[in-house]
Every structure is written in structure tokens, then in C-alpha cells.
T-cell receptor, first 114, second 111 residues
Framework: EAQVTQNPRYLITVTGKKLTVTCSQNMNHEYMSWYRQDPGLGLRQIYYSMNVEVTDKGDVPEGYKVSRKEKRNFPLILESPSPNQTSLYFC?????????????FGPGTRLLVL | AQSVTQLGSHVSVSEGALVLLRCNYSSSVPPYLFWYVQYPNQGLQLLLKYTSAATLVKGINGFEAEFKKSETSFHLTKPSAHMSDAAEYFCAVSRGGQLTFGSGTQLTVLP
């Protein structure tokens, strides 16, 4: 089944404890992206990747890191999480970076930083 | 810069009534526009998209949207609401793969 998977789905952590949220897609997509969803704000893009070893900042990149060493994986790294990073995170992928491509979303990771 | 405005964070309709969710966009270039739906505890699913072909776009589950350049709008409609349509709906505009989302509209369907 074609899909985007994220792990973990739920995570509770404490301020300053490094964490990684994994994202994997099995559709051979070039483009991958991370979003955070907050009430009343919709989804905002954190980072995106046009292809392997090519990443760039989205609208809200502060406090996050990403890497794209393989085409299928795009982990999101929080080096020193803070409470304002408590949010619902979505990974997405599309076949190409073209604006008209449909982005396919993972099921989400709900993060609580205490 | 591009942006999306969704009028009405909450919309309630009766089962069988018309659904109208409003979306206005701002874009410096001809836009690609999307409507996504999010059911509780799930990711986003594409309903439909406009990619500069027909201005009336039909999507899944009986939804459609009309691109109106003069009004910079891309409103989502469905003639007859069903209980299963209760969800949050997001309008988005795309530039080079970067999606900019509106703040979302929560649709409630009343029996």
C-alpha cells in the first residue's frame, strides 16, 4: 500500500531532551516536507526537501533540523525541544516539487513538551 | 508572497443542506489551489485541486469547487451534506511545492 508513515504517533518529552520523529514514504517521491498544525493557524511548513541531500527552510524552521540521506526517509530532529514546540506534526510527500502535484500526508505525530 | 483566507472557522449545516466553505487566495502568479479534508485523528486527504485546466473542479465524495480569478476565490461546495462530511477542511495554495494553508473550517453536520 502506497503510504507515508510517521513514528512515533504520540510522544511526551521534557524540555531539552533531543528527539527524532521519523518519516518514510514508499512511493519513490522526490519531494518531502514537514508541517506543524496548531489550532487556528492551520498547517505551517517547517522544512522541505526537493531531493536527496537537498533541504530548505519553510516558514517556521526555528528549533528544528532535518536530513535527507535517502530518498524514502526524511526525519525531523528537535535538538532541544521547548514547550512552544508542542504541536501536531505531519510529514508529506509528492512525486515532484511541482506546484500542481498532490501532497500525500502521514497520519501525524502528536508531541507534548513539558 | 502567497496567502489563503478561509472565512468562518466553524460552519454548521443540517443533513441534506448545501455545504459552502469559503476560500480566498492571494498569489503573485497563477495559483495552484487545493482543498484537503482532515477527519478526526487522521492526516490530510486531498478532496480536489485546481491546476489551470477547467475552472469548475470536481472532487471526491460529491464536493466541487470553482476557481474565480476575478474574485480570487476557490469556494468549496456540496449540494447535500451527509453526516460523514463532518471534518475540518483546509484550503491551500501552492508555489513550487510549498503549500500555504488557510486556518481551516470545522464543518458540523446536524441531524
Amino acid at each position: 500500500e502506497a503510504q507515508v508513515t510517521q513514528n512515533p504517533r504520540y510522544l511526551i518529552t521534557v524540555t531539552g531532551k533531543k528527539l527524532t520523529v521519523t518519516c518514510s514514504q514508499n512511493m519513490n517521491h522526490e519531494y518531502m516536507s514537514w508541517y506543524r498544525q496548531d489550532p487556528g493557524l492551520g498547517l505551517r511548513q517547517i522544512y522541505y526537501s526537493m531531493n536527496v541531500e537537498v533541504t530548505d527552510k519553510g516558514d517556521v524552521p526555528e528549533g528544528y533540523k532535518v536530513s535527507r540521506k535517502e530518498k524514502r526517509n526524511f526525519p525531523l530532529i528537535l535538538e532541544s525541544p521547548s514547550p512552544n514546540q508542542t504541536s501536531l506534526y505531519f510529514c508529506a510527500s509528492s512525486l515532484t516539487p511541482s506546484g500542481q502535484e498532490t501532497q500525500y500526508f502521514g497520519p501525524g505525530t502528536r508531541l507534548l513538551v513539558l | 508572497a502567497q496567502s489563503v483566507t478561509q472565512l468562518g472557522s466553524h460552519v454548521s449545516v443540517s443533513e441534506g443542506a448545501l455545504v459552502l466553505l469559503r476560500c480566498n487566495y492571494s498569489s503573485s502568479v497563477p495559483p495552484y489551489l487545493f482543498w484537503y479534508v482532515q477527519y478526526p485523528n487522521q492526516g490530510l486527504q486531498l478532496l480536489l485541486k485546481y491546476t489551470s485546466a477547467a475552472t469548475l473542479v470536481k472532487g471526491i465524495n460529491g464536493f466541487e469547487a470553482e476557481f474565480k480569478k476575478s474574485e480570487t476565490s476557490f469556494h468549496l461546495t456540496k449540494p447535500s451534506a451527509h453526516m460523514s462530511d463532518a471534518a475540518e477542511y483546509f484550503c491551500a495554495v501552492s508555489r513550487g511545492g510549498q503549500l500555504t494553508f488557510g486556518s481551516g473550517t470545522q464543518l458540523t453536520v446536524l441531524p
